[in-house]
T-cell receptor, first 113, second 112 residues
């Protein structure tokens, strides 16, 4: 059974048109992460939540926002997508102890046209 | 702020052991080493993790040096399905928990 579910798997959006990607988890984990992965690159952490506390990476563009209305759900909002935002977006969750692994969703492949 | 370095690519013959090295010279005493792999167009998959003792599970073995500054992931009998990018991760402290950030990884190609 999938434990971290991302919807949709594929998304095409127009340049400048706001888009929202969603992630849900059944693991009741405190921490949820959003990553951007461009072609042939490693995943890059955009931001993460520890419960409701939001933590932005220093180099994450302001164009990227996130919401976590409850433990199970987390959303990535791209306010005005540019062509350079075409990428795979990965959601992950983890417990707060160091001895627990992170679980990843299958990602949403976003194409900006 | 990844704390690991890995070779960018490696080849391994099918059926042979694949040994993937990772350097993490700045690791702290209570930080775990994690290994994930990512098969093309899929989400990263957890493989194994360890603190200081060697670990083994159904997928792989993890050998951590005594000084904990490096480790090796061993896939004992590589198959074509093991072709993937392998990431060695040391989770970075972020207050009361440890966030997960990726280094560049090693692209393992298993050759028939």
């Amino acid at each position: 059974d999938a434990m971290v579910i991302q919807n949709p798997r594929y998304q095409v959006t127009q340049f400048g048109k706001p888009v929202t990607l969603s992630c849900s988890q059944t693991l009741n984990h405190n921490v949820m992460y959003w990553y951007q992965q461009k072609s042939s690159q490693a995943p890059k952490l955009l931001f993460h939540y520890y419960d409701k506390d939001f933590n932005n990476e220093a180099d994450t563009p302001d164009n990227f926002q996130s919401r976590r209305p409850n433990t199970s759900f987390c959303f990535l909002d791209i306010r005005s997508p540019g062509l350079g935002d075409t990428a795979m977006y990965l959601c992950a969750t983890s417990g707060q102890t160091m001895n627990t692994e992170a679980f990843f969703g299958q990602g949403t492949r976003l194409t900006v046209v | 702020d990844a704390k690991t370095t890995q070779p960018p690519s490696m080849d391994c013959a099918e059926g042979r052991a694949a040994n993937l090295p990772c350097n993490h010279s700045t690791i702290s005493g209570n930080e775990y080493v994690y290994w994930y792999r990512q098969i093309h167009s899929q989400g990263p998959q957890y493989i194994i993790h360890g603190l200081k003792n060697n670990e083994t599970n159904e997928m792989a073995s993890l050998i951590i040096t005594e000084d904990r500054k490096s480790s090796t992931l061993i896939l004992p009998h590589a198959t074509l399905r093991d072709t993937a990018v392998y990431y060695c991760i040391v989770r970075v402290h972020a207050g009361g928990y440890q966030k997960v950030t990726f280094g560049t990884g090693t692209k393992l190609q298993v050759i028939p």
